[in-house]
């Protein structure tokens, strides 16, 4: 698949750092990308396998080179579409999720190139290579070896079966928690109600109701955590409750959203492939990778923390429970309580009034006066905004910084999402 010429996809972008062009990106120009690129990657790879020779330069230094489209077009959909999605992104990531993990497969499980990786591995003392070259090719190894290039020809087409319908799952587990998020929002009937919270939190809330058609109403929003940062201020312990509660049930509510089959299915195909990798569980697999090596040495460390955790916890909840009774209340402290709570002892007792400090971690003055401030101060760098830079949403503001991504090579910050790490078939 030849891809048109006008796809701002097809070419490096003309920008400064490579920077999208997102006055040309359209909706229209994902899929088509996504396919030409993963034809592109397969021809590339193809040309690998045929070479003759197996040299480090024209086995991983030309992996390291393909792949590019595929991962200029991974790079801007994944990162919109978590960001700023709509059901015409979700559709698409849903068609391209388990093409993506078959993409991914067909590569790492081809045992002519995995061949070629595993001889350079064994060689590799004789191969005189840097320092950086050494790094890349171990992580090459491991990196195809954790996939299972190593396994068997029947395993192999075992494993791309479950890698498929996992990245089938994930995509409709993510998508579902996000509509149910949304879904969650509690609508608040009065002002009244929202006592504690600022001017600016309840005109906020009044909006967010307005942008749903809601007239006469308030609407706090589910975050993408549990709890919410409003508990911390809202006197009102019935909408608290209802917060909290609403927070914790998120895809566990039985309706259409419920996430709980897919957790399961999820569960059972993780199972079947550690076990093609003889591993006792998921867990075993995922950390075999992993800096802790073994569940057994995370549970040991967890075991450790826990206690020191609990008594630290009934600790504070003690404190929280006096200071409830010392204004009143006649409760017995829960989950929805811990955050006002903890805000009134800091003030009784500590004389810190988080809410005196907000105005200086207001997110531009962050951003300006703290990250960039230390950036300048410890390396140097300097920060400039760049108002001529079009940005992917129109009320987000102009960038103040660019980082340059460099096109085949994707750092781990940019792939840890199944489909974003299935996108780029390399290591």
Known sequence: MNLDSVNPFATVSVLEYQMPDFTQIRDDHYLPAFYAGMEEELREVAAIIAQPEITFENTVVALEKSGRTLTRVAL?????????????????????APKLALHSDTIKLNPLLWSRIERLYNERSALNLGAEDLRLLELYYKDYHFAGAHLSAEQREELKSINEELSKLEADFSQKLLLDTNDSAIVVDSPEE?????????????????????????????????????????????????????????????????????????????????????????????????????????HSMLRKIAIRAVANAKSEGAVLQEAISASGGDF??????????????????????????KPYFELEKTLWDGVFFAATKLYGITFKERPDITTYHPERPPLRSIMRMVPGSVSSSVTSTPAVQSAVGHG
């Open 76 to 96: 801007v959909f994944f990162n919109k579409s978590s960001s700023d999605t709509s059901e015409a992104l979700d559709a698409m990531e849903a068609e391209i």
């Open 194 to 298: 929202l006592d504690g919270l600022s001017a600016n939190d309840i005109a906020a809330a009044k909006l967010a109701a307005q942008s749903r058609g809601l007239t006469d109403k308030w609407l706090i929003d589910a975050v993408n955590f549990s709890g919410n940062p409003v508990l911390a201020e809202l006197t009102n312990r019935s909408l608290r409750q209802r917060i909290m509660l609403a927070s914790l049930a998120r895809g566990n509510r039985g309706n259409e959203n419920d996430t709980k089959s897919i957790l399961v299915a999820m569960t059972k195909l993780r199972a079947r492939r550690a076990a093609l990798f003889g591993m006792k569980s998921h867990a075993e697999y995922i950390t075999s990778e992993s800096t802790a090596k073994s569940p057994a040495n995370i």
């Open 332 to 357: 017995t402290l829960e989950s929805w309580d811990w955050d006002l709570y903890t805000e009134k002892v800091r003030a009784d007792k500590y004389n810190v009034d988080t809410a005196a400090l």
